[in-house]
């Protein structure tokens, strides 16, 4: 079963996301520069789509409790470099 990713805008700039996955969940506070939001998603890209998106990619890479409980987005790119051109695609 897929894990069921819910993304809460905290603020601007500020979201809490909600990882669900066998009968487990795990919450993530992610900070996301309006730089690497430009640069990643644009527009009609809302920020919670590309963390979503974001969460997708990692849960592909490792479990949910590996996943970092407070982090910057750009950061995914220091674990694995494909990161950026993937989320790119994605988000097409």
Do not use: C, N
């Amino acid at each position: 079963m897929a894990a069921k990713i819910a993304v809460e805008k905290v603020d601007a700039s500020h979201f809490r996301v909600r990882v669900i996955e066998a009968g487990s969940e795990s919450v993530h506070q992610i900070t996301l520069d309006p730089k690497d939001y430009a640069r990643l998603a644009r527009a009609p890209i809302e920020p919670e789509e590309l963390i979503r998106k974001s969460f997708e990619f990692l849960l592909e890479r490792e479990p949910k409790e590996s996943i970092l409980s407070r982090f910057d987005l750009s950061v995914i790119s220091r674990y694995f470099p494909e990161y950026e051109r993937e989320i790119k695609k994605r988000l097409k």
